[in-house]
């Protein structure tokens, strides 16, 4: 696999290796000791993740307060912008954002660690992502901030306006989600 850093060090871009001929390809999708020997990063995960989506969808950009989910993200169908925000107070990249084409093609995965605001829009006419995560769904704890947030400047590529889920629609920004969150 390969390992290649984005302009927040923590999130990875990781590309296995395929080997593939006539009959179609393999690859390892996730192999723990290789995953902590070429990341760095010492994790469990906890619970497996398929979501389905039509073009248009944006899902996001969601994150808890507790019990904060480290997420390895790809595609195995369609194709997807995925974007990762850094909400993490303190760090040199935060409010940064960084965003990576996922595709069933280029078989690429990112690694959000815990404390990341993800998210991402579908691009293909139909996209199914698979995601591990370190820690278990938490409802209560799940928050969101506006995709559209001027203060992040995502710069999604979007051909008109995004399908949102009602949570999504009403997401605050940033400011005021985490001053929210503080209180």
Known sequence: MK?????IPDVLVI?????GDARGFFFESFNEQAFHRETGAQVAFRQDN???????????????VKQ??????????????D????????SPTFGKWV???LTEENHLQV?????????FLVVSEMADVLYKATDYYAPEHERSIAWN???????????????LSAKDAVAPTMADGLRRDAA
């Open 3 to 7: 390992i290649t850093p984005t302009e």
């Open 15 to 19: 590309e296995p290796k395929v080997f």
């Open 149 to 163: 947030d001027p203060a992040i400047g995502v710069r999604w590529p979007l051909d008109g306006a995004p399908l």
């Open 50 to 64: 398929h979501s389905r989506s039509a073009k248009g969808v944006l899902r996001g950009l969601h994150y808890q």
């Open 99 to 101: 965003g990576v084409e």
């Open 83 to 90: 974007v990762v925000v850094d909400i993490r107070q303190g």
């Open 111 to 119: 690694w959000v660690p815990p404390g990341l605001a993800h998210g």
């Open 68 to 81: 904060p989910q480290g997420k390895l993200v790809r595609v195995v169908r369609g194709a997807v912008f």
